[in-house]
Each structure stands twice: as structure tokens, then as C-alpha cells.
């Protein structure tokens, strides 16, 4: 098992090699030069020459074969733009902002709590609405009940994020003003930085009125992210449930006089769960990196955004360091997911 | 016993269908399939609806999309002359609706062609050639679906530049690895089989076996999911829409209508909803027919 864990993992090294090189590619295939944008457009050529040296942006991209025709030394072929950006990947170090001057690592630390409550609405909802549903639809088959749920995951993973959250701004936010609009806090409102997670960090404290404040903050927010993964949960649910109810120690759980309830949430259920599981996993690799939508239109301060922000404004480190640090993410969590399987369930082997 | 003779002294090679009495052609019984398939039907409708409205569009919709403004019935909510409000310049939204069909329906088509006949490339040389080939390609396969499918679309868009064009080949791009994956798993299967190995014991070459023989009989799951792919692809390029990165105004493409929506929604909701609903039917429409052609197209899958 540990060796498995182990191999999958190693297999994770050449991807993440290429994910660099692609991220590093599509950053340099974004028209402008850092260099100018740094110094502005009135800046001396002496001056834009010394940043582009200090930013290594005079050297090759990719293999300098003109040090290495002159010297035969390996070690000079790898003095190129790409291979000092994966050895200051290597350290940890993501670069700076080129505008602000922050370090993107530590932004991206600061900013990742914020992303990963977000995502973990996302994933709340789904259980708490889409488990039930798809219980009730396959306890109810072809009733009105079914139809509902069935035609509403239809719709559900149809629907386009953006333009739901938008719906849910102006019905509950502008229209009956119940929930706040964007954020994650009221104004005024502050809760001292221990984890980074607004929620957990408020009830710690006891500052049950942030907490709340949190809370009423996200709602919406993981409601709209929250609504793909919703759709899916449900249906998966309601195909596992229909194919575990027909079983036959399902009807011996009848037969021997125990109540529907039981036998569906606690004998059903549980043997259902295996699929669930997996759907749930894979989408919360995709809920933390897929929000930059959701991001964008409640104004979280999350990952999503601001690398988005960087994008528009050009400013490449961010894009470079926030676009590799979310796609390793992505990976590890698939990965994660995809062991996990062992654990719940037994029949699966690994060699 | 006549077929068992032909069978053993393998002479006379007939047609299997020859065999089978009243047999129909796989088509008329994939159609027979798929006319019971309710959700298939309902999608068919839907997608008809969707290409027919988007043909005639340019022919009989009452107004220019985007130069017929009147700035005089600005924000006017829904009624009988604008049974879809008008916006901020007094467009009529029917009519912009009605014309950013056609720009969803060709930026879905294009979009998936590309991932279709590349991804589906790819795929069939992995699974043909295997060995490094298969590796190269399931690495690539592997870094391009590491990446969520927006953030990747958004940073080709960025490279690139915002457009339309773009957005095509961005949310084509996104969609290449599940092609990939599925040819290649297609292939895999198929090239074990032992009608495989006849036809190259009767001498047919790679390409001959690849094109003629394993590609036609896989082709059942690659048209499933390019169906299905429609929808994804529609509402990828609308986010790029949404966010400044895909057609741009005046276009009335769906995303962009509903961001240019975004600041009148408080006193205009119209603007941004009706966009919306279309998105909704377009990929409704296709998951359904998509639905349905697997039902019809994959006998093993239809119990």
C-alpha cells in the first residue's frame, strides 16, 4: 500500500516538470516586456537592460547553446530563463509581484484559506443537498420526487456559474437583503489572523457575532460554486442507491422486519458511499481551483481572483507562480483521491 | 450447417449481415434505439430548434444585433414589442439572443472539432503504437488535464489575446486530453480482437487497419462524448464571454450579454437573464441528445 502511495507520487515528478514548462511558455507567449512594464514606457534603454539582467530576461529561454558551444560545459547549457525558474520553484520561491513587490508565495499562503472555505461551502452544499435528494429519487423511482431531483441536476451542472451567481446576488442580497453581497466580512468587522480560515479563526476566539457575519458571507458564494457539484452528487447518488437497493441483503435487511429508514440511510447508504466518495473527492480538487468565476463575481479574496487580476494587469510572477501552485494542487488532491480508494474499499488491490 | 461449412473452408467470405435474417443496417438500429429514448427525442427537438433558429436568424429576425439601438426605449423591461426587455442602448434582447445562437453553436462545433481530431489523434497513436509514444503522449495528456479546464482556457486566452477566434481554439485546446483518453482506452481494446488481427494476417498495413477497421467500430463513445463536449464547450466559451477574454462588443454572444448586464441588474434584470436561460437550453439540449445517443448507439449500456 505504501509502496503504492510512494509510486504514484514519484509518477507526479514529470508532470509537474511539464506543468512548469507549460506555465512558463504561456506566460512568455503574453505579449509585453516585464522589464517595461516594471520601469514604465518612458523609462532610459540603460536602465530597462540592467532589470532584464537582474530578472535574467537577457538570457535564453529555454537551453543556452551559445554558452555552451563556447565553454562544453553542461552547466552553462542550463543557464536559461527556464531552468532558473525551476530552481527558484525548487526553493519555494514564486518571485515577486512585479507592481506590488509581494512576495506571490506568501500572498498565495495568505490568500489560500480564503479559497479553500470557500470550496468547502461548495462541497457542504453538495452533501447536504445533493445525498438527500439522490436517497429520495432512488427510494421513489419515476415519482413525482424523482422527476424534481433528476430534471434539477439536469439544469444544475447546465447552468452557468456566473450568471447564477448573479441571480443569487439580486434575489437574496439586492432584492431581499438578507444576505450580503460580496466579501467575506462586513466592513468594520475584524477577527485576528491565527489559521487564516475567517470562520474557524472567529469561533476560536469566541467572537460569535464574526462567526456569524463569516457565515452569512459564504452562504451565497458556496451556493453558486456549490451548485455543480450538487447536480452531479445527486445523480451518482440516486444510480449507486438504485443499484445497491435491488441487492439481495437489502431485501434480506427487510425481510427480517427492520424499518425502510434503517435499512436505506444505515444498510444502503453506506455500501452507495464508495462512488459518492469519489465524485466528492474530485470535486473539491476542482472546487479549489475551478472558483476563479465565483471568485471574480462575489469579490473573494481568494486564489482564483487574484490571479485572474494578474492576468489582466500582465503581472506575469503572479499568473507563473499562482496558475503552478493551483495545478499542483489539483494533481495532489486527484492523486489523493485516487488512493483513497484502498482505504474504503477493501476488494481494491494494488500491487 | 451451410455457414459452418463457409466457416471452415474459409473460401467464400460472406457478409455477416447476409446471414441474419431481416437484418436492418447498424443505423436504422441505432435510429429505432434512439426514437425510445425519451431524453434523446426531447434533445433532438431542442438542438433542432437551436440550428433552425440560428439559420434563420440573418433572414427574418426583425433587427441588426448590435447597430439597431434606440436610445429612447433604454431599459425597457419585457412586453409585447421587446418580449425580452432591451438594454442599456435600447437593443432589442429577443433579437441579440436570437443572433448569439448562431455564435454559441459554431464556437461549440469549431471548439470541439479541434479536441475531437486531435485529442482523438493523439489517442489512436498512443493506443496503436504504444511503447515511448504512448508515454509522450499520456504525459502530455496528463499536465493538460492538471490544469482546471477555465483557468487553462483563460491563460491560453491571455497568451493569445481576447476574441473570438481564440476562445475557439482555447476551449478546443482544453478539450483535447478527454479525446485522447478515450481513443486511446478504444484502441486498446480493439487491437487485442481478433478480427484485428485478420485483417492483418490478410495484409492490411497500420494505417489501413487504423483508419478503416479499429477507428469506425470505436467510434460509438467518441460521438457520445463529443455530443456531450457541446455543452462544456458552450459554457466555457460564455465564462471567457463573461470575462472580457471572448467576442467582443458589439458582439451578442451569450457570456458577453450577460456581463455588459452585470452593472444595469439591480433596475434591468432582463439584460443578463434571458442570455442566461439560452445558455441553459443550448446545454441542456446537447447533455440530453448526448444522453440519448448513448442509450441508442451503445446496445451494452441500454438495459
Known amino acids: 500500500m505504501s509502496a503504492f502511495i510512494l509510486r504514484r507520487l514519484i509518477g507526479l515528478i514529470p508532470v509537474l516538470l511539464g506543468m512548469s514548462l507549460l506555465v512558463f511558455t504561456l506566460v512568455r507567449l503574453i505579449p509585453g516586456d516585464p522589464a517595461i512594464l516594471m520601469l514604465g514606457e518612458r523609462a532610459t534603454p540603460a536602465a530597462i537592460e540592467r532589470l532584464q539582467a537582474q530578472?535574467?530576461?537577457?538570457?535564453?529561454?529555454?537551453?543556452?547553446?551559445?554558452?555552451?558551444?563556447?565553454?562544453g560545459r553542461v552547466g552553462d547549457l542550463v543557464d536559461s530563463q527556464f531552468f532558473a525558474f525551476l530552481g527558484s520553484i525548487l526553493r519555494g520561491d514564486l518571485g515577486q509581484s512585479i507592481f506590488t513587490r509581494v512576495d506571490v508565495a506568501t500572498e498565495l499562503a495568505?490568500?489560500?484559506?480564503?479559497?479553500?472555505?470557500?470550496?468547502?461551502?461548495?462541497?457542504?452544499?453538495?452533501?447536504?443537498?445533493?445525498?438527500?435528494?439522490?436517497?429520495?429519487?432512488?427510494?421513489r423511482k419515476n415519482s413525482l420526487a424523482d422527476v424534481v431531483v433528476t430534471s434539477?441536476?439536469?439544469?444544475?451542472?447546465?447552468?452557468?456559474?456566473?450568471?447564477?451567481?448573479?441571480?443569487?446576488?439580486?434575489?437574496?442580497?439586492?432584492?431581499?437583503?438578507?444576505?450580503?453581497?460580496?466579501?467575506?466580512?462586513?466592513?468594520?468587522?475584524?477577527?485576528?489572523?491565527?489559521?487564516?480560515?475567517?470562520?474557524?479563526?472567529?469561533?476560536?476566539?469566541?467572537?460569535?457575532?464574526?462567526?456569524?457575519?463569516?457565515?452569512?458571507?459564504?452562504?451565497l458564494p458556496a451556493l453558486a460554486l456549490g451548485t455543480i457539484p450538487t447536480a452531479t452528487v445527486a445523480r451518482m447518488t440516486r444510480g449507486a442507491m438504485l443499484e445497491v437497493l435491488g441487492q439481495d441483503y437489502v431485501r434480506t435487511a427487510r425481510a427480517k422486519g427492520l424499518s425502510t429508514l434503517r435499512v436505506t440511510w444505515r444498510h444502503a447508504l453506506k455500501n452507495a458511499m464508495l462512488p459518492i466518495i469519489t465524485v466528492v473527492g474530485l470535486s473539491f480538487g476542482s472546487l479549489l481551483t475551478g472558483a476563479i468565476l465565483t471568485e471574480t463575481i462575489f469579490n473573494w479574496p481568494?486564489?482564483?481572483?487574484?490571479?485572474?487580476?494578474?492576468?489582466?494587469?500582465?503581472?506575469?510572477?503572479?499568473?507563473?507562480?499562482?496558475?503552478?501552485?493551483?495545478?499542483?494542487?489539483?494533481?495532489?488532491?486527484?492523486?489523493l483521491v485516487d488512493v483513497s480508494y484502498a482505504f474504503f474499499d477493501p476488494r481494491i488491490r494494488y500491487g | 450447417?451451410?455457414?459452418?461449412?463457409?466457416?471452415?473452408?474459409?473460401?467464400?467470405?460472406?457478409?455477416?449481415?447476409?446471414?441474419?435474417?431481416?437484418?436492418?443496417?447498424p443505423w436504422a438500429q441505432a435510429w429505432r434505439r434512439f426514437r425510445r429514448s425519451r431524453s434523446g427525442m426531447v434533445g433532438l427537438a431542442m438542438v433542432g430548434f437551436l440550428v433552425v433558429m440560428s439559420l434563420l436568424a440573418p433572414i427574418i429576425a426583425p433587427y441588426d444585433p448590435s447597430t439597431d439601438r434606440n436610445l429612447r426605449a433604454r431599459l425597457n423591461p419585457p412586453s409585447w414589442e421587446h418580449p425580452m426587455g432591451t438594454d442599456e442602448l435600447g437593443r432589442d434582447i429577443l433579437n441579440r439572443v436570437w443572433h448569439g445562437t448562431g455564435i454559441s453553436l459554431r464556437v461549440g462545433l469549431l471548439a470541439v472539432s479541434i479536441g475531437l481530431v486531435i485529442g482523438s489523434f493523439l489517442g489512436l497513436l498512443a493506443g496503436y503504437l504504444g511503447r515511448w509514444v504512448d508515454t509522450m503522449i499520456g504525459w502530455l495528456t496528463d499536465i493538460l488535464l492538471a490544469f482546471p479546464?477555465?483557468?487553462?482556457?483563460?491563460?491560453?486566452?491571455?497568451?493569445?489575446g481576447p476574441g473570438i477566434f481564440n476562445t475557439?481554439?482555447?476551449v478546443g485546446v482544453v478539450q483535447i486530453p478527454i479525446y485522447?483518453?478515450?481513443?486511446?482506452?478504444?484502441?486498446?481494446?480493439?487491437?487485442?480482437?481478433?478480427?484485428?488481427?485478420?485483417?492483418?494476417?490478410?495484409?492490411?498495413?497500420?494505417?489501413?487497419?487504423?483508419?478503416?477497421?479499429?477507428?469506425?467500430?470505436g467510434l460509438t463513445p467518441v460521438i457520445v462524448q463529443a455530443t456531450l463536449s457541446l455543452g462544456t464547450a458552450i459554457l466555457d466559451a460564455a465564462a471567457l464571454g463573461f470575462l472580457g477574454l471572448g467576442a467582443q462588443p458589439p458582439a451578442p454572444e451569450w457570456g458577453l450579454m450577460i456581463a455588459r448586464g452585470f452593472a444595469y441588474f439591480a433596475v434591468a434584470p432582463w439584460i443578463s437573464l434571458f442570455p442566461g436561460l439560452a445558455i441553459i437550453f443550448a446545454v441542456v439540449a446537447f447533455n440530453l441528445l448526448g444522453d440519448g445517443l448513448r442509450d441508442a448507439l451503445d446496445p451494452r449500456a441500454n438495459r
Open chain 1, 55 to 71: 530578472l535574467n530576461l537577457d538570457k535564453p529561454l529555454f537551453l543556452n547553446l551559445a554558452a555552451f558551444q563556447h565553454s
Open chain 1, 110 to 139: 495568505a490568500r489560500f484559506p480564503a479559497t479553500f472555505e470557500l470550496a468547502v461551502g461548495g462541497i457542504l452544499v453538495a452533501l447536504l443537498i445533493g445525498v438527500p435528494a439522490g436517497v429520495v429519487a432512488a427510494m
Open chain 1, 152 to 219: 434539477a441536476s439536469l439544469f444544475g451542472v447546465a447552468m452557468p456559474i456566473f450568471w447564477l451567481g448573479m441571480l443569487l446576488i439580486y434575489i437574496f442580497a439586492v432584492h431581499l437583503g438578507w444576505l450580503p453581497p460580496s466579501g467575506r466580512l462586513s466592513p468594520g468587522v475584524s477577527v485576528p489572523r491565527i489559521t487564516g480560515f475567517l470562520i474557524l479563526d472567529s469561533l476560536l476566539q469566541g467572537q460569535w457575532a464574526a462567526a456569524w457575519d463569516a457565515i452569512r458571507h459564504l452562504i
Open chain 1, 302 to 335: 481568494g486564489m482564483g481572483k487574484w490571479i485572474y487580476d494578474a492576468i489582466g494587469a500582465r503581472d506575469y510572477p503572479i499568473v507563473q507562480g499562482g496558475t503552478l501552485f493551483i495545478a499542483a494542487i489539483y494533481v495532489v488532491i486527484n492523486t
Open chain 2, 1 to 25: 450447417m451451410a455457414v459452418n461449412d463457409h466457416a471452415l473452408e474459409g473460401v467464400q467470405p460472406q457478409p455477416v449481415a447476409g446471414h441474419l435474417p431481416k437484418s436492418r443496417s
Open chain 2, 149 to 160: 479546464s477555465v483557468l487553462l482556457a483563460i491563460f491560453i486566452v491571455a497568451a493569445m
Open chain 2, 168 to 170: 475557439i481554439i482555447a
Open chain 2, 180 to 217: 485522447t483518453r478515450l481513443t486511446r482506452s478504444m484502441v486498446l481494446s480493439l487491437r487485442e480482437q481478433e478480427w484485428v488481427l485478420a485483417t492483418q494476417a490478410l495484409g492490411a498495413g497500420h494505417l489501413r487497419t487504423l483508419f478503416r477497421h479499429i477507428l469506425p467500430n
